[in-house]
């Protein structure tokens, strides 16, 4: 089955750190663009960071600029999303998207070839 599965999901306290993973099934990450974005109860799906897997272009949003880093793993064949400093307005299902278009596009989500399914991230005393 072609899809993107996210993991690394889960509880944390303000302040503290997780890293999420993107992994591709049924194709490769080889031309891609991968997107990480984020939904938060009533709100609107919020573009987070982007990393092209052939340039390692990579591009953030300003509210997560120098928190949150995203990588590319060649051996694991992942994309990975430190997020450090979190805080509770960073509570939200995270999800990862795969863009065969080699123009960076954060605003296109509905033109992204692959979705995951979402894993929760809470920030919470």
């Known amino acids: 089955q072609v899809q993107v599965v996210e993991s690394g999901g889960g509880l944390v306290q303000p302040g503290g750190s997780l890293r999420l993973s993107c992994a591709a099934s049924?194709?490769?990450?080889?031309?891609?663009?991968i997107y990480w974005f984020r939904q938060a109860p009533g709100k609107e799906r919020e573009f987070v960071a982007a990393?092209?897997?052939?340039?390692?272009?990579?591009n953030y949003a300003d509210s997560v600029k120098g928190r949150f880093s995203v990588s590319r793993d060649n051996v694991k064949s992942t994309v990975d999303l430190q997020m450090n400093s979190l805080k509770p307005e960073d509570t939200a299902i995270y999800y990862c998207?795969?863009?065969?278009?080699?123009?960076?596009?954060?605003?296109?989500?509905?033109?992204?070839?692959?979705w995951g399914q979402g894993t929760q991230v809470t920030v919470s005393s």
């Open positions: 990393i092209n897997w052939n340039d390692g272009n990579i």
């Open positions: 998207a795969a863009d065969k278009s080699p123009v960076y596009r954060p605003g296109n989500l509905r033109s992204y070839a692959y």
């Open positions: 049924g194709f490769t990450f080889s031309r891609y663009w």
